[in-house]
T-cell receptor, first 117, second 111 residues
Framework: SAVISQKPSRDICQRGTSLTIQCQVD?????MFWYRQQPGQSLTLIAT?????????ESGFVIDKFPISRPNLTFSTLTVSNMSPEDSSIYLC??????????????FGQGTRLTVV | GNSVTQMEGPVTLSEEAFLTINCTYT??????LFWYVQYPGEGLQLLLK?????DKGSNKGFEATYRKETTSFHLEKGSVQVSDSAVYFC??????????FGTGTSLTVIP
């Protein structure tokens, strides 16, 4: 299993500012994932954070808005830039899996509840 | 591509009632299937999983069977409790280690 510490747990931010969310894992993992969970909705994958290379973004998400760092195998950050109220969501860090199809589960951090005012 | 379709909520049941939450999926290959639960104010926790056709995942009285012929992974519990009130997410794990989630089903169990 993996224990994921995510911080901050919540924040209220002014529009136009940026917030950096940190994700720390208690073991080395190859891939880390960042999700967004908008109010009352499911999880949407933002990007895959790869150690030693650029993050891979899903359709609808761009690096300028959600820059990601992955300096080592246990840590990643997601920045929400130039925030607007539409960015109010829960942001979740996740790790898990191996290679190919196997039964490795995903582990999630507690999430960062962001409110933009 | 990969996708998960989950029964719309919210669902409200009386304590000890039978629960079914439907989940169907579309995937290339043979994905692993999962049910996650999110209790109020908390992150997602794995509830159960199944890795191949006809596998049955079970935990805390919940069960789900991987049905390849109907591409389904319905969640069931014979007798729900108030403490089961949460949001339940069906998910599949694709070849790139990415998880695809359903929209979530909110369950409220009343005494």
């Amino acid at each position: 299993s993996a224990v994921i510490s995510q911080k901050p747990s919540r924040d209220i931010c002014q529009r136009g500012t940026s917030l950096t969310i940190q994700c720390q894992v208690d073991s080395q993992v190859t891939m880390m994932f960042w999700y967004r969970q908008q109010p009352g909705q499911s999880l949407t994958l933002i990007a895959t954070a790869n150690q030693g290379s650029e993050a891979t973004y899903e359709s609808g998400f761009v690096i300028d808005k959600f820059p990601i760092s992955r300096p080592n195998l246990t840590f990643s950050t997601l920045t929400v830039s130039n925030m607007s109220p539409e960015d109010s969501s829960i942001y979740l860090c996740s790790v898990g899996g191996g290679t190919g199809f196997n039964d490795r589960e995903a582990f999630f951090g507690q999430g960062t509840r962001l409110t933009v005012v | 591509g990969n996708s998960v379709t989950q029964m719309e909520g919210p669902v409200t049941l009386s304590e000890e009632a039978f629960l079914t939450i439907n989940c169907t999926y579309t995937a290339t290959g043979y994905p692993s299937l999962f049910w996650y639960v999110q209790y109020p104010g908390e992150g997602l926790q794995l509830l159960l999983k199944a890795t191949k056709a006809d596998d049955k995942g079970s935990n805390k009285g919940f069960e789900a069977t991987y049905r390849k012929e109907t591409t389904s992974f319905h969640l069931e519990k014979g007798s729900v409790q108030v403490s089961d009130s949460a949001v339940y997410f069906c998910a599949l794990r694709g070849a790139g280690n990415q998880f695809y989630f359903g929209t979530g089903t909110s369950l409220t169990v009343i005494p």
